[in-house]
């Protein structure tokens, strides 16, 4: 294992290992060392990205949609927020809110692909490539079976599921199943209507 605390001068916040990030040898139980004052990372192919600080209408939307789905998902499933997902040895993400088996570990702090149903990115200024790009590729791949993307300026979401087209890299991808700035209707992962102004800051 890996995973060692790495040394910081004294008052100085934590901060990856740059020679760490330049051989990208981090892995996905390092992030069990971090520091308590460690911003909130996700980890790509070895490399840790610091996470931008979410907007106060981001943070909404975020919680307004778990709110709303807690109250609608049907018992064997679970909304959450935030809660990383081994993506690889050296790959880890953090859906801004996702759906999970229910019965997992209350103290459960990394999730499998194999846990989560629907992984949700709201996309904000500094993550739009991501977002719309690298993490339904990655997601896909590790074969969550859908994504949502929420755009924030006007709100809108595009609902995918994981369909049979194959990606270059030999990876199944998303396919759109429908999208939507007033009224999002669903068959999976369940029935759902979702009124956009539900979720609306």
Not at 16 to 44: G, H, I, M, T
Not at 102 to 111: E, F, N, T, V, Y
Not at 133 to 158: M, S, T
């Amino acid at each position: 294992m890996s995973a060692e605390r790495i040394a910081t001068p004294a008052g100085c916040p934590w901060h990856p290992d740059p020679v760490r990030q330049q051989l990208a040898d981090y892995r996905v139980e390092d992030l069990w060392a971090l520091p308590p004052d460690a911003p909130r990372v996700e980890l790509v192919d070895g490399v840790v990205h610091v996470m931008p600080f979410p907007s106060v209408a981001h943070q909404h939307i975020s919680g307004l949609l778990t709110t709303w789905l807690r109250s609608r998902t049907p018992a064997h499933l679970r909304p959450t927020q935030a809660v990383s997902v081994g993506l690889g040895v050296d790959t880890s993400r953090r859906p801004d809110v996702l759906l999970h088996h229910a019965g997992l570990p209350s103290d459960c702090c990394l999730l499998k692909p194999a846990d989560v149903v629907l992984a949700v990115e709201i996309v904000s200024p500094g993550t739009r490539r991501v977002d719309r790009f690298a993490k339904p590729g990655e997601y896909a791949a590790a074969g969550i079976p859908f994504y949502w993307r929420i755009e924030q300026d006007p709100v809108h979401l595009y609902a995918y599921r994981l369909g049979d087209r194959i990606g270059p890299g030999g990876e199944r991808q998303y396919e759109l199943v429908t999208d939507g700035s007033e009224v999002v209707e669903l068959a999976e992962p369940f029935d759902i209507k979702l009124p956009i102004a539900e979720i609306r800051p």
